[in-house]
């Protein structure tokens, strides 16, 4: 069912088999599983992750390539309650190991929070990553074109860019490389780095063999109409033509609260996890773009399939085989 | 575009980047990623697979639980063609490795047949399995149910078989080990050998301390209407209720073409693959259900994710980034 402040405190007490952080396409599908595999899960859902942000999947089997992400979201949160998984919007403040179930501390409602706790035999954390976009004066200008000709995935939308005029946008000189990759798709790039970081004579000696201009003045606004961007304008008053872009400036990954957890195992920012997305903590399990691979929607739904079976095997071998004798004595 | 007899020849001189085996889920998600990395695909597809006789799809994240395979399917085969895969209703007969790239030999048409072979730089084999039926007279009788409350798939189905009276077709003994999985879903469980093996006596003990009766005797025909099971009936004349049932005979492994490939490693039926899909023959993946893992459609999608993405690297890897400069000059 769908939890409230008002109605919550109906599930403080309950011993979920497992609360998944993150409601996005990876939460979701586990959350599908675990509820068709009759366990007790709540999805904790903060809001506005990167698959809301999503306007089109243009790669997911089975989906048309026009959904925006928002609508898979809800159409997956309906299917979850559905089968009778808990949802609750909230944001996901601690994870405290209690030996034999684990405590999670969410806050719900930005104001007049309140701050209560939910237990549960396993957590599946699947809070996933922002990505960065560039800080503007006016953030409405970047909006404007971010997720739609503005792209943050190659993989997702460089099929969209091809042979088009693109801006690449950096922070640190490291994410230039991106463009020798995206020059799959198209080889009319320029570097963008917004003013943010230095670029060493090595690459800009490489992206002038490669006819790859750099601009390293800051972006004043983006140029065009309906999300269909046509340009840059620079804080020095300049503009350069272009039609789509990349932006490829890292990503903020949502784990804070799984920091205070010493047993688990990072690679940079994100968790290692075998094949069915286990941690090396025993009861916590990573899935989505959290863990280490590639970050698409299709992985992150594959994800939450096997975290959740990995659970209930899990669950349904410390419990005896129901016998049909008992329940006919029962 | 789409093959056919007639036009298939405009293709065999291409060498393709890659050939898909099986226009499954896990096929078709490997054409759509092909394809918008700009990358030559062929799927082949012999029709009415494992995913074509899926009733209701309930588990999948995204899609409604209604929705049977085969439209999924025609959906995901139109988005594929859409983005450029090329897409041919066919049988593969053999896959001869020619060092360099692989020929494809397949069978068109039912009658009159040709034999047309394609070249590729990789496979993904994708062909899946099929669930073995029990064999009646009247096979109809069979298909009326199989699929719809008569089911082939524990994880897919078992939340709706959920306390009801089942049977467990099985062939042989160790098959006979589901029942004590299922109790899991419902422990009002009868099994059935349909007459097909010897059932030891350490068994028949197990089963009946679980109060699961069997029968060895073989099945006359399934009872109900509507694709409703209502029970089971005997070639000796006796009957018994059920309102559910779990087919678990095993599969047929549609594997035959890989079988002269001596680089393969095979677990059983099951090949072995790489955390990208990939075999022990570098120009093979092979994905969903051929490999090793769990049978799922979230999972054939995410393999077709990562196969073609693996597939997209290495090509890109081995070309030089197109530069601006050339192409201005070209």
């Not at 959904?67 to 909230?90: C, F, I, N």
């Not at 792209?151 to 091809?162: A, K, L, P, S, T």
């Not at 304008?233 to 033509?241: A, P, Q, R």
Request: glycine share 8%; charged share 20%.
């Amino acid at each position: 069912m769908k939890l409230t402040s008002k109605n919550l405190s109906e599930r403080t007490d309950t011993l979920y088999d497992a609360i998944i952080a993150g409601g996005g396409a990876g939460g979701l599908s586990a959350a599908i599983y675990l509820a068709r595999y009759g366990l007790k899960c709540l999805v904790v859902e903060k809001g506005k992750g990167r698959s809301f942000w999503m306007q089109e999947l243009r790669n997911y089997f089975g989906v048309d390539p026009t959904v925006p992400g928002r609508e898979l979201q809800k159409h997956g949160m309906e299917t979850a309650l559905s089968w009778g998984a808990d949802y609750l919007r909230a944001f996901v403040e601690d994870v405290t190991d209690r030996s034999d179930h684990l405590e999670v501390k969410v806050k719900v409602g930005k104001e007049n929070s309140i701050y209560p706790v939910f237990k549960a035999k396993y957590l599946i954390a699947a809070t996933g990553i922002i990505d960065i976009l560039p800080k503007l004066e006016n953030m409405q200008n970047v909006y404007d074109y971010a997720g739609f000709t503005l792209h943050v995935c190659m993989i997702c939308d460089g099929f969209d860019m091809w042979d088009q005029k693109a801006i690449l946008i950096v922070q640190k000189e490291s994410q230039i490389e991106a463009a020798f990759v995206l020059s799959w798709f198209t080889p009319y790039i320029t570097v963008l780095t917004h003013g943010l970081c230095e670029v060493s004579d090595a690459m800009k000696q490489k992206l002038k063999d490669h006819g790859y201009p750099l601009i390293e003045t800051p972006i004043a606004q983006f140029l065009g109409e309906n999300h269909h961007l046509q340009g840059v304008e620079f804080t020095d008053g300049t503009k350069i033509e272009c039609t789509t872009g990349l932006i490829n400036m890292g990503s903020i990954y949502h784990n804070h609260y799984l920091k205070g957890i010493p047993e688990l195992t990072w690679e940079g920012e994100n968790l290692v996890t075998d094949e069915f997305c286990q941690t090396t903590h025993p009861r916590i399990f990573a899935i989505g773009d959290l863990k280490k691979g590639v970050n698409q929607v299709s992985i992150a739904v594959a994800d939450g399939t096997l975290a959740a079976t990995k659970i209930w095997r899990i669950i349904r071998r410390s419990s005896s085989p129901r016998k049909w004798v008992e329940q006919l004595t029962a």
